[in-house]
């Protein structure tokens, strides 16, 4: 009987235990997102930037998802935070508000640039102008846009413009950025993002040889697999 | 009668007549109106402080169809309608200028209005703009009117008739002008099939062939953009593009996207009204783009240097498809026709 009672009184210890740490994530935490190029403040719409291949270039448009924000902890253990796709346009300076996160330390946070599969579906996401000016036709494998890149370089020929546009489900990139960092209660973080890492790191890309990305799969793929470096942490509470 | 007793019934009195229930002569009396729109159009944004009424979408039509809207004012006699028409998607078919106008449809999802964008805002922004620069309401000619006061008083609850009230009614008609029940709405809602050559012409739409879907992206066929399709190779400083507005030497040459609904119906196209037939508009994608500084990369990507280059059968197969992008129930609606 007193076996009984211990291993019932455990059974409600864990329970207690675990309810408690559901309510841990109920913090909200905001995400600036802190536009650069090699350091330099971004200052859209004026080709004053240049990229790895050297080509002079100016930002006039970047519009994109990060979703699946997961923290990890040092035991390696991991907590997904939001796994909401989060619609992000750099010249309106938005934030991010990820509703539910976890109170600690943390060696790594991770996310994902663009929307992952199950909800990479028109119309799954909220149909928002700002959403609805991403989708992705569905003859070209539906879903929306992950990013559109867009502005002018100054080119062999003169000034010209470039589309990097990225987009289905295999050019989804994992992002992880290992520095170490709190959170606490209705903390705030900034996140870096070098705009030049866009263009290179693995992969260089020159405008003068391509302006254009969209449909072009290894394209797309390469600027993909550059954008795990594009990404610092910056500041956390 | 002790002057006690006469103290406590003039307190009486006074009560009684507090009690009275105050008529307000100027109280609204309205019912929401439900606009129905496809659950694949972007949510609908409307103020708190002027929601869509069926007294306010009314009198926002009797006032757009109205010429006293313009009495006394620089466009003496003419009313919204006068140019714009329901038979043209209420666009305006041809200008004393020979320039085109955009048409007057799903403006509720836009923010920026006018070929280069001189507007912004929300609609009841917009109107205001119109009632006191384009049309410069009198407003004394509407507290005067036999039927404006009433209708005023219904909608908004106001014995007044103000200049914001007006701008209300007429952003509530404006959002009433909602068009999305064409072919391709039905066919998007699995009720209509298309023909082999609208199915055609649908995927040259839709993929790198054409390319238009980045522009002219569903469901409003628009993006609300501004961008450089190559009409032109030399920047005119007379011409108001979207740098006249925005000053950046980037926006040159530069309008805003029209949306593609009822396009079959909105003759003349771009922005100088240059093409007449939507057979010229493919042409002009098709081979006569022209180069130019802040041209849209989209239209001189690898391998379209030089246009679209589709065939003959190609190019009818998009304007088959463009057709389907008409919304006749919209164009034959007796609720958006003229109430007078």
Same mark, same amino acid.
């Given at each position: 009987?007193?076996?009984l009672?211990?291993v019932?009184?455990l059974a409600?210890?864990?329970?207690l235990?675990?309810?408690?740490?559901?309510?841990?994530l109920t913090?909200?935490l905001?995400?600036?997102?802190h536009?650069?190029?090699d350091?330099d403040e971004?200052?859209?719409?004026?080709?004053?930037?240049?990229?790895a291949a050297?080509n /002079?270039?100016?930002?006039?448009k970047?519009r994109y998802y990060?979703s699946?924000?997961?923290f990890?902890?040092?035991?390696?253990?991991?907590?997904?935070?939001?796994?909401?796709?989060?619609?992000i346009?750099a010249r309106e300076?938005?934030?991010l508000?990820l /509703?539910k996160?976890?109170?600690?330390?943390?060696?790594e946070?991770?996310?994902n640039?663009?929307?992952p599969?199950?909800?990479?579906?028109?119309?799954?996401?909220p149909?928002?102008s700002?959403?609805?000016?991403?989708v992705?036709?569905?003859q070209m494998?539906?879903?929306?846009?992950f990013?559109k890149f867009?502005g002018?370089f100054n080119s062999?020929?003169?000034?010209n413009?470039y589309?990097?546009h990225?987009?289905n489900n295999?050019?989804?990139?994992?992002?992880?950025i290992?520095t170490?960092?709190?959170?606490?209660e209705?903390?705030?973080?900034t996140?870096?993002?070098n705009?030049?890492e866009?263009m290179?790191? /693995?992969?260089t890309?020159?405008?003068d040889?391509?302006?254009?990305?969209?449909?072009?799969?290894?394209?797309?793929?390469?600027?993909s697999?550059n954008?795990?470096n594009a990404f610092?942490?910056?500041q956390t509470? | 009668?002790? $002057?006690s007793?006469? @103290?406590?019934l003039v307190l009486?009195?006074?009560s009684?007549s507090?009690c009275k229930?105050?008529?307000d002569?100027?109280e609204?009396?309205?019912?929401p109106?439900?606009?129905q729109f496809?659950d694949y159009f972007?949510?609908?944004?409307v103020?708190?402080d002027?929601p869509?009424?069926?007294?306010?979408v009314q009198?926002g $039509?009797? =006032?757009y169809y109205?010429?006293?809207?313009?009495t006394?004012g620089p466009?003496?006699?003419?009313?919204?309608?006068?140019?714009?028409?329901?038979s043209?998607?209420f666009?305006?078919?041809s200008t004393a200028?020979?320039?085109?106008?955009?048409?007057h &449809?799903n403006?509720?999802w836009s923010r920026? #209005?006018l070929w280069?964008?001189k507007l912004e805002?929300?609609?009841e922004?917009?109107?205001?703009?119109? &009632?006191n620069?384009?049309f410069e309401?009198?407003f004394n000619?509407?507290?005067?009117?036999a039927v404006y006061?009433?209708l005023?008083?219904?909608?908004f609850g106001?014995?007044?008739i103000?200049?914001?009230?007006v701008a209300?009614? =007429?952003?509530q008609? #404006?959002? $009433?002008?909602k068009?999305?029940n064409?072919? #391709?709405?039905?066919?998007?809602?699995?009720?209509?099939?298309l023909t082999?050559?609208? =199915?055609n012409?649908?995927?040259?739409f839709?993929?790198?062939?054409?390319?238009? @879907?980045?522009?002219?992206?569903?469901?409003?066929?628009?993006?609300n953009e501004?961008h450089n399709i190559?009409?032109?190779?030399?920047?005119d400083?007379?011409?108001?593009?979207?740098s006249?507005i925005?000053?950046?030497?980037?926006?040159? =040459?530069k309008?805003?996207?029209?949306t593609?609904?009822n396009?079959?119906?909105?003759?003349?196209?771009m922005?100088?009204g240059r @093409?007449v037939?939507?057979?010229?508009v493919v042409?002009h994608?098709?081979s006569?783009v022209?180069r130019s500084?802040?041209?849209?990369?989209?239209?001189?990507k690898p391998?379209?240097?030089?246009g679209?280059?589709?065939?003959?059968?190609?190019?009818?197969?998009? &304007?088959?498809?463009?057709?389907?992008?008409?919304d006749?129930e919209? &164009?034959?609606?007796?609720?958006?026709?003229?109430?007078?």
């Amino acid at each position: 009987m007193r076996k009984l009672a211990f291993v019932l009184l455990l059974a409600l210890n864990t329970v207690l235990l675990n309810s408690c740490k559901e309510e841990a994530l109920t913090y909200n935490l905001t995400i600036t997102p802190h536009y650069h190029v090699d350091g330099d403040e971004l200052m859209l719409d004026t080709i004053i930037y240049q990229n790895a291949a050297g080509n /002079p270039y100016s930002v006039n448009k970047l519009r994109y998802y990060l979703s699946n924000f997961r923290f990890v902890k040092a035991d390696n253990s991991v907590v997904t935070a939001d796994g909401d796709a989060h619609f992000i346009d750099a010249r309106e300076g938005t934030i991010l508000n990820l /509703p539910k996160v976890p109170v600690g330390s943390f060696k790594e946070l991770r996310f994902n640039f663009g929307i992952p599969q199950s909800q990479n579906v028109y119309g799954n996401l909220p149909n928002t102008s700002y959403n609805t000016g991403m989708v992705w036709p569905e003859q070209m494998g539906g879903g929306y846009h992950f990013m559109k890149f867009e502005g002018y370089f100054n080119s062999n020929q003169g000034v010209n413009g470039y589309a990097i546009h990225v987009g289905n489900n295999e050019c989804l990139a994992d992002v992880s950025i290992s520095t170490p960092f709190d959170i606490s209660e209705d903390g705030s973080m900034t996140i870096g993002f070098n705009l030049n890492e866009i263009m290179t790191g /693995p992969n260089t890309f020159d405008m003068d040889s391509s302006n254009y990305t969209m449909g072009i799969m290894p394209a797309m793929l390469e600027i993909s697999a550059n954008i795990n470096n594009a990404f610092t942490l910056e500041q956390t509470p | 009668m002790t $002057r006690s007793v006469w @103290f406590l019934l003039v307190l009486l009195a006074i009560s009684a007549s507090s009690c009275k229930e105050e008529v307000d002569e100027c109280e609204a009396n309205t019912h929401p109106y439900q606009l129905q729109f496809p659950d694949y159009f972007p949510i609908l944004e409307v103020p708190s402080d002027n929601p869509l009424t069926e007294e306010g979408v009314q009198l926002g $039509r009797r =006032l757009y169809y109205d010429p006293l809207l313009s009495t006394g004012g620089p466009r003496e006699g003419r009313s919204c309608s006068s140019c714009h028409f329901q038979s043209n998607s209420f666009s305006v078919p041809s200008t004393a200028s020979g320039s085109s106008v955009l048409p007057h &449809v799903n403006l509720a999802w836009s923010r920026n #209005f006018l070929w280069n964008g001189k507007l912004e805002g929300i609609l009841e922004d917009v109107m205001l703009f119109e &009632v006191n620069d384009f049309f410069e309401v009198d407003f004394n000619l509407l507290k005067e009117d036999a039927v404006y006061p009433e209708l005023f008083r219904k909608a908004f609850g106001s014995c007044e008739i103000t200049d914001e009230l007006v701008a209300k009614a =007429l952003a509530q008609w #404006f959002r $009433r002008l909602k068009s999305s029940n064409s072919k #391709f709405d039905s066919y998007l809602k699995g009720e209509e099939q298309l023909t082999d050559s609208e =199915l055609n012409g649908m995927t040259t739409f839709f993929t790198e062939k054409g390319d238009c @879907f980045h522009c002219h992206g569903i469901p409003l066929m628009t993006n609300n953009e501004f961008h450089n399709i190559g009409l032109d190779s030399i920047y005119d400083p007379t011409v108001k593009d979207r740098s006249y507005i925005s000053g950046s030497p980037y926006d040159r =040459l530069k309008f805003k996207t029209p949306t593609l609904r009822n396009v079959e119906l909105t003759s003349p196209y771009m922005h100088d009204g240059r @093409f007449v037939t939507l057979e010229e508009v493919v042409e002009h994608y098709n081979s006569q783009v022209k180069r130019s500084m802040t041209i849209d990369p989209i239209m001189t990507k690898p391998g379209k240097e030089y246009g679209l280059q589709l065939t003959e059968e190609e190019k009818q197969n998009l &304007v088959a498809f463009l057709k389907t992008l008409t919304d006749w129930e919209f &164009v034959n609606d007796t609720s958006l026709s003229s109430p007078f």
